[in-house]
């Protein structure tokens, strides 16, 4: 009996093998799972061998856009085509977008325009040219006077002259004085031919500008004959050396000029308050004065003696109509913009209509 439980014994690992042939069962599903999930790994890189023919296929995409860009300029298109580098179309597109900052830089100087009211005190660069050192060093003084403003014949002379203190004594002691003092005439032509002689000799500067009659009737007939004064005496100022003091003879023609030029003065009978205003009074007045001698020895064979030095007096108005009577107008001379009464029933069409006719 004791030997027959033994073999009973011996069946338990029976089921012992039968629990592993269960246990072994069960795993073999387990293991059909993993083939499932290396099929997975099959999917995804399917999809990715179907995506990098849909990535290639893009491209072709982009060629089209090339197209349009070269639908604007045809030749250039064509040629990048080829590359097949999108983004080198794309700074030549950017290209243009640099011009709209250039057309911002327009409108820039627009802008700057407002420097010009800026700019309307010219003054500045003249009072700079004043300030530089003399060419002695010395302490100058500036004098501007002008001769033949009033005459109906002939051009204007406007004059300036520099003087450091001994020149200014030398030609006080020499006689100077206001140009009209010496009177008229030949011996008074001569007297003033010498004392300009003299003032160029040791003077810092001298300068003149001659004003011709086609100016002066522009001018005047838009009453700007002061103004034309003032811009003339403007730039003499300017082109003159550094001087601590300048002078001019009118002093309401010229007192505008003060706001421009530092030690700038304006004296009626300037003449006497300082000898360069003399002295630029000599200048002018004997330039101008040559200047009528070559207008009157022009006319001399065939109207005789021309007296008057081209002012309105006598001589002159005897001159003028004996000329328009053998010509018909006025000689080429005179200033159409001043008034000639004595030829107004020879030349009915001369008008004078809005001419200055007075100093102010």
């Not at 040629?79 to 820039?108: Q, R």
């Not at 008074?188 to 300009?196: D, S």
């Not at 065939?302 to 018909?328: K, P």
Request: proline fraction near 10%; hydrophobic fraction near 40%; glycine fraction near 6%.
């Amino acid at each position: 009996m004791a030997k027959r439980t033994t073999p009973t014994k011996k069946a338990a690992p029976a089921k012992k093998s039968a629990a592993k042939a269960a246990s072994a069962k069960k795993p073999a599903p387990a293991k059909t799972a993993t083939p499932a999930k290396t099929a997975t790994p099959a999917k995804k890189t399917a999809p990715a061998k179907t995506a990098t023919p849909a990535k290639k296929t893009a491209p072709a995409k982009k060629p089209v856009v090339v197209k349009k860009a070269a639908t604007t300029t045809p030749v250039p298109a064509k040629k990048t085509a080829p590359t097949n580098s999108s983004p080198a179309p794309a700074p030549k597109t950017a290209a243009p977008k640099p011009t709209a900052p250039k057309t911002a830089p327009a409108t820039a100087p627009k802008t700057a325009a407002p420097s010009k009211p800026t700019a309307k005190p010219a003054p500045a660069p003249a009072v700079i040219t004043r300030a530089a050192p003399s060419p002695t060093g010395a302490r100058l003084t500036l004098g501007v006077d002008e001769a033949g403003r009033g005459p109906a014949l002939g051009p204007m002379v406007i004059a300036c002259v520099a003087l450091d203190s001994a020149a200014a004594r030398r030609l006080t002691r020499a006689g100077l004085a206001d140009s009209k003092s010496y009177g008229a005439g030949a011996q008074a032509h001569a007297r003033r031919l010498e004392l300009a002689a003299e003032i160029r000799a040791c003077a810092i500067h001298v300068a003149l500008e001659i004003v011709p009659v086609d100016v002066i009737d522009a001018r005047v007939m838009r009453s700007e004959l002061n103004a034309l004064e003032r811009e003339v005496a403007r730039r003499l100022i300017a082109g003159a050396p550094g001087c601590h003091r300048v002078i001019a003879d009118g002093k309401r023609m010229f007192a505008q000029l003060a706001a421009e030029f530092a030690g700038f003065e304006s004296h009626d009978d300037g003449e006497s308050v300082h000898a360069a205003v003399a002295a630029a009074s000599v200048i002018a007045k004997t330039q101008r004065d040559e200047l009528w001698h070559a207008i009157r020895d022009r006319y001399t064979a065939d109207f005789g003696e021309v007296s008057g030095g081209g002012y309105v007096n006598d001589g002159t108005r005897a001159f003028i109509r004996a000329y328009v009577e053998r010509h018909g107008d006025l000689p080429p001379e005179a200033r159409r913009s001043w008034p000639h009464p004595y030829v107004a029933d020879l030349l009915p069409s001369l008008r004078n209509e809005g001419v200055q006719l007075s100093l102010f």
